[in-house]
Nanobody, 127 residues
Framework: QVQLAESGGGSVQAGDSLRLSCAAS????????VSWFRQTPRKEREFVSS????????RYGKSVEGRFSISMDNAKNTVFLQMNDLKPDETAVYYC????????????????????WGQGTPVTVSS
């Protein structure tokens, strides 16, 4: 099984950028779908972005499309989330999640679809 560890969160001003990292241990992310979700105390866990590591295809939530970018290192050990032009309402704890995938083009958008989770990294965006 894979274990996940997020890093890179912090406090920034509106319009700034952050890059989050999700590091795998126990095995690589090969043949996994790896996604980022975010959650505030008042909301359910929200899908942000996903990468299917078989062919590197990506998907984004509508609110972040064009501003966020998900990527993976060549060794398939770490998945990154580059977040640009951050907004105050994007203040949340950001979680990395993973599940096995067996086909290119397979994507999953809800939290119950993922058995493996990191501990989360907080992001605070001030206006």
């Amino acid at each position: 099984q894979v274990q996940l560890a997020e890093s890179g969160g912090g406090s920034v001003q509106a319009g700034d950028s952050l890059r989050l990292s999700c590091a795998a241990s126990g095995r690589t992310f090969d043949e996994y779908g790896v996604s980022w979700f975010r959650q505030t105390p008042r909301k359910e866990r929200e899908f942000v972005s996903s990468i299917n590591t078989i062919a590197g295809e990506t998907r984004y939530g509508k609110s972040v499309e064009g501003r966020f970018s998900i990527s993976m290192d060549n060794a398939k050990n770490t998945v990154f989330l580059q977040m640009n032009d951050l907004k105050p309402d994007e203040t949340a704890v950001y979680y990395c999640a993973a599940r096995r995938v067996f086909l290119q083009g397979a994507f999953y958008y809800t939290a119950p679809d993922y058995p493996f989770w990191g501990q989360g990294t907080p992001v605070t965006v001030s206006s």
